[in-house]
Each structure stands twice: as C-alpha cells, then as structure tokens.
C-alpha cells in the first residue's frame, strides 16, 4: 500500500499572509546557523568565510562509522558505575548519597506554621 504523501506546510498569518515553512527551510539550508556551532542550517560543517569544508552526509557517515547502534545505546543510557564520580578536590562522591529529610521531621505549631521537629 503505498504510502500518502504529506503535504507541504502552508501556513497564513494574522494579516492574511501565507508562509510555506518547507520552502522558507529550502530556501535557507545553506545559510549559516546562528551560534557558535560552525554549521549552516542544512548540518554542513563550514569553515573560514562561510565555505563548506565537510558535507552533512560525510560528518553522518563518519559517526556512523565510529559508532556501532549498540555504542550509542550505551552512550545514551544511564551513567556506568565502575568509573568513580570525582568533585572539584578529586574526592571520589560516587557513593556520597545523603537521605533526604523526612516528612515527620516537620510539625506544625499552634500558629498553623511547619517548623522542624525541636525547634
């Protein structure tokens, strides 16, 4: 069966203006994105003056190469526990877990107030 196909994106303002998101995206896949990023819309890396220097589809093909699906997985999962977590000193905190304060700690005083257990 195939497939429907969606249709483009045609937008009309407050004024009565209409906006083709798909064409306006088009239209500025090789202007530069705004940041720090060295990237135009479309994924290009760019260099010096705004010149392509590697292609969306090689920097893809490239991390693809470097990253098996079962790598990014990885990755994407929570953080390993056989590297310790180390703080600015270079303590080791991976175990450094502080219990949160109960809620029977907290009473109320005759005002209506919470205020903590022997105070």
Known sequence: MPMKQTG?????T?????VDMDLLRQRNELTPAV???K????????????????KREEVL????????P?????KRSA???DKPVLDS???????????PVSEDTWVEDEDGNFIQKGE
Not at 8 to 12: C, F, G, I
Not at 70 to 74: G, K, P, Q, S
């Open 14 to 18: 407050m004024q009565g203006k209409t």
């Open 35 to 37: 940041g720090n990023a």
């Open 61 to 68: 093909g490239q991390y693809y190469k470097n990253n098996t």
């Open 79 to 81: 953080p390993v526990a």
């Open 89 to 99: 000193n270079g303590k080791d905190v991976t175990d450094d877990w502080e219990e």
């Open 39 to 54: 990237v135009n819309a479309r994924g290009d890396e760019l260099g010096p003056g705004g010149k392509i220097i590697k």
């Open 70 to 74: 079962d790598e990014i997985a990885v």
């Open 8 to 12: 483009r994106k045609v937008y009309k």
